[in-house]
């Protein structure tokens, strides 16, 4: 059971636009900024959006980030299949005095 | 670009001591904080610990105090060590840099990860 909550799938077509949630609660997201990471099949997460919404360099505009409250979400425009991955939402959280995880998203493009 | 790179034995008995070690390819090591992370497989990520750029260390609380990090700054490399394993440990391991600060900061980037299988 992770601290942070993210629907297990997720599916969407070529070109349309996708979004990925991610619930917590006052001593992780509500508090702290978050970030997401995606994980293509068989290699190592890589960085995708940090500190709510900012996009490292290389990092295409289709993606972006919001937080509101103790809720974040992770939206793709444009769908692209090299989109296929799983995403996951990363927050620090003040009584664990650590970072936490969500479950993972499996983003399917049709 | 600062490269990561994860080595250490991949099969480890239960009840043993994993080790492993995360190579830098830079001078940055003494300037940021490191994290240790895991993936059982099929499964999502798990938080192990962290190091700070001062060697102040934490762990998640759910490894039990199982979780010891350092810092070796001659050889440029982090470890990781987690004692009386067992199956429930084995994972792909990756070491990630914490770019910003502790509160507010990201994993990035990340190395490859090295699978560990705990198994007599």
């Known amino acids: 059971q992770s601290v942070l909550t993210q629907p297990p799938s997720a599916s969407e077509t070529p070109g349309q636009r996708v979004t990925i949630s991610c619930s917590g609660s006052s001593s992780n997201i509500g508090s702290n900024t978050i970030n997401w990471y995606q994980q293509l099949p068989g290699t190592a997460p890589k960085l995708l959006i940090h500190s709510n919404n900012q996009r490292p360099s290389g990092v295409p505009d289709r993606f972006s980030g919001s937080k509101s409250g103790t809720s974040a979400s992770l939206a793709i425009s444009g769908l692209q299949s090299e989109d296929e991955a799983d995403y996951y939402c990363a927050a620090w959280d003040d009584s664990l005095n650590g970072w936490v995880f969500g479950g993972g998203t499996k983003l399917t493009v049709l | 670009q600062v490269l990561l790179q994860e080595s250490g034995p991949g099969l480890v008995k239960p009840s043993e001591t994993l080790s492993l070690t995360c190579t830098v390819s830079?001078?940055?090591?003494?300037?940021?904080?490191w994290s240790w992370i895991r993936q059982p497989p099929g499964k999502g990520l798990e938080w192990i610990g962290y190091i700070s750029d001062t060697g102040n260390a934490n762990q998640n609380p759910s490894l039990n105090s199982r979780v010891t990090i350092s810092v070796d700054t001659s050889k440029r490399q982090i470890s990781l060590k987690l004692k009386s394993v067992t199956a429930a440990d084995t994972a792909v391991y990756y070491c990630?840099?914490?770019?910003?600060?502790?509160?507010?900061?990201?994993?990035?980037?990340w190395g490859q990860g090295t699978l560990v299988t705990v198994s007599s």
């Open positions: 830079d001078a940055s090591i003494s300037t940021y904080h």
């Open positions: 990630a840099r914490v770019t910003g600060s502790i509160w507010y900061g990201w994993f990035d980037p």
